[in-house]
């Protein structure tokens, strides 16, 4: 017979958990933190320098009383302690340890058990204890009263009476060494499968982040949304800045190949903005503000005192209007003037046409009018038709040639004449040929053909077509009622610049048809 079958072992257990007696410690410490911002005072903090080991232990003190036959045990024994996760403590344990020799005085002993930290997580678990080898039975490992509060699903409830600042928190966890020269550890770390790691409900403040120096909330996703705000009823979300700097951004967005910042509204503005100086500001290497509508406004600008809409561009255009539709619908419209500042035409106002002629226009060519091209479909553009002014004094007289138009590719998005020509580029370089499009200015600044044949021209010269095909002359005078007059029907501008007796050539001129 096994001398252990004839011995009758009893043991009374307790179990404390020296792990959770902290609990209490660190929570009275933290309940003197002061409020987000505000250092620390070296009152609050420790005076000696202390290390994990000394502060937190992972040890399990336990201690027991031994009884062989009902007598006491004295002297050495073999303590094996195995850590069950169900009630029978079957199957392979969680976590064992061992220790031997362990002295027995009048069936007293006590021991201290190493054990891994991570087996402890609010799990139930049970205790199995072998005495030299003998199972002494399963048994429940209760916890310290209050250490329930740490068990999954339990709830925290906070002293309404507290202070207010950081102590007035229900949970207090604190790593501030690492906020005052530490390293980089989290303070607090959740994970999830699907739901939420951490989610904050209040009357006030869901959840709030502080930090001196480095993003007080950090949101990282790797295929999906890094932050995701939505509001019932106000703001999806809010940002303030109080710096005075300006870098001090109210916002500020990057992104790789997408949108730097894309708005979307269902009953108002995707993107609005205000400011001191301009409500949006826009840069980029091709378009600085690029708007889109399905049926209203591109992009909508307005000012009380200032300018509603302003663009400037060191190689491109500073606002550019299109329109695919041919409704009646404008590329760019305006219900007031419009002014342009343009060193070329400074306020110059042009009209498409078309060469309806035989001959080849060119840039600074006086035209006529010949006809008008109707319509292609209802609602479509109408344009005119031009040709080179062939006599003086013509009363027919349109305007003068800027540049050749490629209407094809802003109406149709197609060629012309079989040059391929992007999106922006609507005006080309040369001779306008018979059929072809072209800018005609219709007033203001121009640059034209003028001849001094008849007469030397000088700045304030009413013009008129000239005998020369294309060319600009000082208008002719008529008596009309004893007063000496322009011919009516056939001035279209004045000269900028002087031209001599007997010359020609290109000068600056007025467009101001009468």
Same mark, same amino acid.
């Given at each position: ?21 902290? !609990?209490?410690?660190?929570? !009275?410490?933290?309940?003197? &933190? ?13 005076? !000696?320098? $202390? ?36 009630? *029978? ?6 976590? =064992? ?18 054990? !891994? ?31 329930? =509060?740490?068990?999954? #699903? ?6 309404? @009476? ?8 229900? $949970? ?23 739901? +939420?790691?951490?989610?904050? &409900? +209040?009357? @006030? ?24 705000? %939505?509001?019932? &009823? ?22 790789? #190949? @997408? ?13 609005? #903005? ?13 378009? *600085? ?11 909508? *600008? ?23 539709? =041919? ?12 002014? =342009? ?15 309806? @002629? ?29 040709? %080179? ?38 005006? $080309? ?72 007796? *007997? ?12």
């Amino acid at each position: 017979m096994n001398v252990h079958e004839s011995r009758q072992w009893w043991i009374s257990i307790g179990v404390t958990l020296g792990l959770l007696v902290l !609990t209490w410690w660190v929570g !009275t410490v933290l309940a003197q &933190e002061p409020v987000p911002g505000q250092a620390p005072a070296d009152a609050l903090r420790p005076q !000696t320098e $202390l290390s994990l080991a000394a502060t937190v232990s992972s040890t399990i003190s336990y201690q027991g009383v031994l009884q062989e036959g009902g007598v006491p045990v004295t002297g050495d024994r073999d303590l094996t302690f195995n850590f069950y996760a169900n009630a *029978g403590c079957s199957g392979v344990a969680v976590y =064992s340890t061992a220790q031997n020799g362990v002295p027995l005085a009048d069936g007293v002993f006590s021991v201290q058990l190493d054990v !891994t930290q991570g087996v402890f997580w609010g799990q139930a678990l049970w205790l199995e204890v072998e005495v030299d080898g003998v199972d002494l039975g399963c048994e429940a490992i209760l916890p310290v009263p209050y250490a329930m =509060s740490l068990r999954p #699903g339990a709830t925290i409830v906070g002293d309404t @009476g507290a202070a207010s600042g950081f102590g007035d928190a229900v $949970l207090n966890v604190d790593n501030a060494m690492d906020l005052w020269g530490g390293g980089a550890s989290s303070t607090v770390y959740a994970r999830a499968g699907t739901g +939420s790691a951490i989610r904050g &409900e +209040s009357g @006030g403040i869901g959840v709030y982040g502080y930090s001196e120096w480095q993003p007080a909330v950090y949101g990282e996703a790797v295929t999906s949304t890094a932050g995701y705000f %939505q509001s019932g &009823e106000g703001y999806g979300i809010r940002v303030n800045t109080d710096g005075e700097d300006h870098w001090d951004h109210g916002g500020y967005f990057t992104s790789n #190949g @997408g949108y730097g910042v894309y708005g979307v509204s269902a009953q108002n503005y995707g993107v609005y #903005g205000k400011g001191a100086m301009a409500g949006v500001r826009g840069s980029g290497d091709t378009q *600085g503000v690029s708007g889109s509508s399905a049926g209203g406004y591109g992009v909508s *600008g307005w000012s009380n005192s200032g300018t509603g809409v302003y663009g400037s561009s060191n190689g491109a255009n500073g606002v550019e209007g299109f329109t695919w539709r =041919s409704d009646g619908n404008y590329g760019l419209f305006t219900s007031d003037n419009l002014y =342009s500042n343009n060193y070329h035409l400074a306020g110059a106002v042009m009209q498409v046409a078309q060469n309806a @002629g035989k001959e080849a226009l060119e840039p600074g060519d006086v035209v006529v009018l010949v006809g008008v091209v109707a319509p292609q479909e209802p609602g479509g553009p109408l344009v005119i038709q031009v040709a %080179q002014a062939a006599e003086a004094n013509s009363t027919a007289v349109a305007g003068v040639v800027h540049r050749r138009f490629n209407f094809a590719a802003v109406v149709e998005g197609e060629q012309q004449d079989g040059v391929a020509i992007g999106a922006r580029e609507v005006t $080309l370089e040369g001779p306008v040929p018979p059929g072809a499009h072209l800018l005609l200015v219709v007033q203001g600044p121009a640059q034209g053909k003028a001849s001094a044949l008849s007469g030397a021209i000088q700045p304030g010269d009413l013009l008129s077509t000239a005998e020369g095909v294309g060319y600009a002359a000082r208008a002719a005078h008529v008596r009309v009622g004893g007063v000496e007059t322009s011919i009516p029907g056939t001035v279209f501008a004045k000269a900028l610049e002087p031209l001599e007796l *007997g010359e020609d050539g290109m000068i600056y001129v007025f467009v101001t048809l009468q």
